[in-house]
């Protein structure tokens, strides 16, 4: 099953690099560019608004699923067209509900209207995740895989040709940015149902109402982690445009930072993706999982070390190289968030297993308490410190949701605390880091010097043995 994992995180990694790093750094930060901070700032708390009410939308279904479907693959037949057919109905109801709440939030006009289109896009970003969800818990993950670019490679071509093809003479609207998210999300929804119904070869419109009251039964914790999470994760730019007097423009500095971190985010979530069906799977057959634990947090733990090391030494560096206004404010932001994308990494690995076990109940106690601390940090910073207030809630709110994440895997998985292996993470944050932040004044190109510090981490992680040279060989040998 390692060896599995690793193989196929390798190719997935792949296709994501060759994507989502232009459509980042290329597109998405074009569209904040040439739309300017205040105009974005109409889009970002709008789109985090749109996925507060998630959990109508989804209700848990789609890590219910994954894990089910990973568990008895035999059931897909029997459950594609239930599943899918709840999930149009509360399609329906999460939009209704989005806009009721839109409304009495004071959202009217363009916001109101772009609201609608997002909370459409959510629905088919949300429809397109399940079925990939069904794709991945056949272990199909390289099928998986190019779903999960579609979108993203078609968003990148309708974009170019709208920023740069020169038929608009420079001008751009963000309603733009979210039609083209619209049709991106249609054609790869229709893909993805297609290849789907091929393994189902069964589909009915009959909703089994049965079926549907087990579905949201079984499902009910899931929706209560994906409601509890959203709200942690999502009020930050929401809370920034309505407590400060000028939020939109605000919002629009915070979510320059704040965009950027979710995009190295991407390579986390692309870890759960794999290893929620992987841990369901060997949970399901009695195998121990720790050496995958062990395994997964190396891999992840070390790149976003290395990552978040370099943007907090060069965060206006970076910024300046992407954004063309606003650079030494969304700086200060961005290096704070970026010591919280450690502890996000993280999640991905502990939350995750607990998710495969069904340790639901311990992951919404934590993510209860974490969404009140978030909230009342907010509440408090924002005011006082404005956007960079957001950030630093943000710190202490992951922060604390991974330490818990990790004390409650130990404790429910039986895991030791082993001291050597703590220790060699001691030592390749405190060498690492030592000499990374010593050599500084060493590189006149800040991005010579994050080449350095990615080489010098991997080679700490070869030395300490977290990293083994013959893995890697194998790995490379596709045995």
Known sequence: MQRKFINNLIFI????????????????????????????????????????????????????????????????????SGIFNVKLILGVLYLATTLLFGF?????????????????????????????SN????????????????????????????????YFEGKFEIEWFVYAQFWAYFITGTVAFILVYLKAEFYTMKIDLVLFRIILKQSLPFALLVLLMSFYYRLDTVMVERLLPDGRVQAGIYYQAYRLMEGFNMFGYLFAGLLLPIFSRMLKNKESVAKLVQTSFNLIFIPAVAVALVSVLYPQEIMDLLYVANIIESA???????????????TYVYGTLLTANGSLKHLNAISLIGLVLNFVSNWVMIPIYGAWGAAVATLITQFFVIFAQIIITKSVFKMKYEFPFVLKQFI????????????????????????????????????????????????????
């Open 13 to 80: 990694l792949f296709l994501n690099l060759l994507v989502k790093p232009f459509w980042i750094l290329g597109i998405d930060v074009a569209v904040q560019n040439r739309v300017g901070a205040e105009e974005y700032g109409l889009y970002a708390p709008l789109f985090s608004f749109a996925i507060l009410l998630n959990i109508i939308l989804d209700f848990g279904i789609t890590n219910y699923n994954n894990r089910n479907i990973a568990q008895h693959a035999h059931m897909l037949r029997r459950y594609f």
């Open 104 to 132: 009495v939030f004071g959202y009217e006009g363009r916001a109101f209207w772009l609201l609608f289109v997002l909370g459409v896009n959510q629905i088919m970003a949300s429809m397109i995740l399940y079925l990939r």
């Open 135 to 166: 794709i991945s818990g056949l272990h199909l993950f390289k099928t998986e895989g190019i779903l999960s670019i579609m979108d993203r490679v078609m968003m990148i071509g309708l974009c170019s040709i709208l920023l740069w093809s020169g």
């Open 332 to 346: 200060e932001i961005f290096s704070v968030l970026m010591l919280s994308f450690i502890a996000i990494s993280l």
């Open 428 to 479: 390749l944050i405190g060498v690492g880091g030592g000499l990374s932040i010593y050599s500084v004044s060493y590189f006149s190109d800040f991005r010579i010097h994050a080449v350095a510090i990615a080489t010098l981490f991997g080679a700490l992680a070869l030395i300490l043995g977290l990293v083994k040279k013959s893995d890697v060989v194998k790995v490379l040998k596709g045995s």
